[in-house]
């Protein structure tokens, strides 16, 4: 792969992740509206005690979610100071990282994803792997998990 293709590769790869991103930030949003009229619509009855209940956890499902959205939109604003322009020689932040059965982005946490038809790790650079592979370089083993990994290639 050219300097150009793996520069071109990290910003997809880059892209992905947004996209992940911000179709979980609109999923949040919806699932607090949905939550907040829940609450509302939950109509006063003759058993209030049931009544003040409903409605409890109508609001606690909307924190749940607010918060939820809150750590989407941190991971978003983390992603975009991700430098994806630069071919490393050493795992960093905005690396890809490929071992013998997995490969990795050091950039978003959104986790195993398929990404035209290649399975790849997207970490978090403050993720437990992300923080033991970094500084590593090509050549280079690391063990998590009880399972041992060489890195074939970093850029």
Do not use: W
Request: charged fraction near 20%; aromatic fraction near 8%; include cysteine.
């Amino acid at each position: 792969m050219t300097r150009e293709e793996k520069l071109a590769f990290k910003h997809s790869l880059k892209q992905f992740c947004q996209a992940v991103i911000e179709q979980r930030i609109q999923n949040g949003k919806a699932l607090i509206d949905s939550a907040q009229q829940a609450a509302n619509n939950e109509e006063k009855s003759s058993a209030g005690d049931k009544y003040e209940t409903a409605r409890a956890m109508g609001h606690l499902d909307k924190d749940m979610h607010t918060r939820q959205l809150m750590e989407n939109v941190k991971e978003l604003a983390n992603l975009q100071q991700v430098n994806a322009t630069q071919v490393y020689a050493g795992v960093t932040t905005g690396a890809y990282i490929q071992c013998s059965t997995t490969s990795f982005f050091i950039a978003a946490g959104i986790g195993r994803q398929v990404y035209n038809g290649q399975t790849i790790v997207f970490l978090s650079p403050g993720a437990p792997l992300a923080k033991l592979m970094m500084g590593k370089q090509a050549g280079d083993s690391f063990v998590f998990g009880g399972s041992s990994a060489v890195i074939e290639d970093v850029f």
